[in-house]
């Protein structure tokens, strides 16, 4: 209601004057006022009334539009004179376009100002003479830009499969805060990466090599750069969700198929593709009605598995064996089905027979068409972490139940040589002016600060976030030996931006054995491992034990 009179320009003249009255207060309005409003939410609602007040523009990233963003990033960094020449003849082009516009201006003012007999014009004629030639010249310049443009525009296309990719992962990484409101990734963070990736990979001067090299090199980066920063439960979705988006693009995995994989179907009494009725379900003890319910309903919505329900009925001893393995995604499927239905499609199958074994049926369909480093935990180790964080970017760590990065960071630290300059706070009620003196004094002496906890002082959180944001302003002097690290409970107060522009790390307890050596391993330090007293027998031990 207080933006009402704003948003209808209920302005009225007075004495001379132009006002606009907001609540009880008459306020003098200039003419050249703007007003403008953004949001953050991904997909919002406004009612009718609303949208007739305003003009709501949409600056959501589409798929083409970053595809194109992406292409002029890579041709920039892969071909610098492609891209170069293209933009120089862009620039030509609309200069002689607004040439043209200038002339036939210029023609239709003189026209328009003639008196008499327009063959008595000499100001006239001489100017249609220079623009004849002028028009003539820019014309033919015209054709040859555009023909080069064409014979530029096919070089970058030859690099539009790393575009495409980077488009794709992309869009898989901003997916993820449904999941969880602490997985937030920007746009700017994720083309720092697509370019690090670009500059740092190896070369080729063969360019399908190359391209092949981009490709692979790009998506395990970004896998491994997101995964330190999702719970253990999450990372196999986010590797499905990729790997089904690369089949998806590469037409190996049908819409039809991953709509019913997802979410099943509500359509029954279909006896299959022949439409011949509901056939009678074999009496046999793993096969249920619901179970027979949802098979009747594949054969209907899946082209692929026409003659499914036939099959069960004719073959029930053979599909049995399969029902009743340990381990359905690598049994062979009975008669012809294993050869006729692809990958993905046998998986819709386990998902139709044996539901819960679908987790590992996931995790092999993802090694065999992603490798096995996919579903493995990248290992999380500080000093490389610690490598893409900078005085402008903060460290934050996600917790769990029962995690506490807190020694870890000391003994960093300690490595470090940043013991005594290491500050740490716990929040909490009352502590946040006193965490933001220790971030301020912090920014000046080079020291590190760590915020534990932030998830116990919500009421802060959008100071912090102001804070954090100045680190970036042009003003600020910051140390360049200031680091800021957080940790945090999955909260939906944690500043958005902080998190979109941060480096992340969930902190988990290991789950198992193997989970706990490996991270043993991981945080063991070379001399300790290289130059152990017990010499090469403690070496082969550790290393066989991890």
């Known amino acids: 209601p207080e933006l009402e009179p704003i948003l209808l320009k209920q302005i009225y003249k007075q004495n001379g004057r132009t006002l606009i009255r907001i609540g009880d207060n008459d306020i003098d309005y200039d003419k050249n006022f703007k007003f403008y409003m953004t949001t953050k939410m991904a997909n919002p609602h406004y009612l009718p009334e609303v949208c007739i007040k305003v003009t709501v523009i949409n600056f959501t990233v589409t798929r083409h539009g970053l595809e194109d963003q992406l292409l002029s990033d890579v041709v920039r960094l892969e071909r610098p004179d492609l891209e170069e020449q293209k ?27 003639s008196e008499g007999n327009i063959l008595d014009d000499t100001a006239l004629i001489e100017t249609l003479n220079k623009s004849k030639i002028t028009s003539t010249a820019i014309n033919v310049r015209l054709k040859e830009a ?14 539009r499969p790393v575009s495409q990719r980077g488009t794709l992962l992309y869009f898989v990484v901003a997916n993820l805060a449904d999941m969880d409101p602490m997985y937030q990734y920007s746009l700017a963070y994720f083309k720092q990466l697509f370019n690090t990736c670009i500059e740092t990979s190896e070369k080729s001067n063969n360019l399908d090599t190359r391209l092949a090299t981009l490709v692979t090199v790009l998506t395990a980066t970004i896998y491994r750069n997101v995964a330190r920063g999702l719970f253990e439960r999450h990372k196999l979705v986010f590797s499905f969700m990729i790997c089904i988006d690369i089949m998806r693009q590469e037409d190996k995995v049908s819409a039809v198929e991953w709509d019913f994989f997802l979410r099943g179907s509500t359509v ?53 064996e399969f029902v009743e393995a340990e381990h359905p995604h690598r049994v062979t499927l009975p008669g012809a089905w294993a050869a006729d239905l692809s990958d993905f499609q046998k998986l819709v199958v ?48 996600i917790l769990s139940t029962g995690s506490d990065p807190g020694g870890a960071l000391l003994r960093f630290a300690a490595d470090m040589h940043m013991t005594e300059r290491l500050k740490t706070i716990s929040l909490g009620q009352g502590q946040g002016p006193i965490a933001e003196k220790m971030i301020l004094a912090a920014m000046k002496s080079g020291q590190w600060v760590f915020l534990q906890n932030c998830h116990l002082c919500a009421s802060w959180m959008v100071s912090l976030e102001n804070l954090v944001k100045s680190f970036a302003s042009p003003d600020a002097a910051l140390h360049p030996d200031f680091r800021l690290f957080m940790s945090s409970m999955p909260t939906k107060v944690f500043p958005i931006s902080v998190l979109q522009n941060g480096v992340k790390v969930t902190n988990e307890p290991p789950k198992g054995l193997r989970a706990n050596l490996m991270r043993s391993f991981t945080e063991m330090q070379a001399p300790f491992f290289e130059e152990n007293e017990r010499g090469g027998g403690w070496r082969q031990v550790v290393f066989g034990a991890c």
Request: glycine residues 6%.
């Open 350 to 397: 386990v998902r139709l027979l044996r539901e819960e074994r679908l987790v590992p049926g996931i995790t092999e369909y993802v090694i065999n068409n992603l490798g096995k480093k996919f579903v493995e935990s990248p290992p999380i180790e500080l000093n490389k972490v610690f490598q893409d964080t900078t005085p402008v970017i903060p460290l934050v760590f």
């Open 268 to 320: 029954t009494g279909a006896g299959g593709a022949g439409g011949d009725g509901p056939a009678e379900m074999p009496a046999v003890k793993w096969l249920h009605k619901d179970l027979w319910t949802q098979c009747l309903a594949a054969e209907y919505a899946v082209p692929a598995l026409a003659g499914f329900v036939k099959s069960l009925t004719e073959t029930t001893k053979d599909w049995a």
């Open 87 to 113: 933009s120089q003849l862009v620039t030509s082009i609309n200069n002689d376009k607004n040439q043209l516009k200038e002339i036939e201006d210029e023609i239709l003012r003189l026209l328009q100002n």
């Open 146 to 159: 555009e023909e080069t443009e064409v014979n530029i525009n096919e070089a970058r296309e030859r690099y």
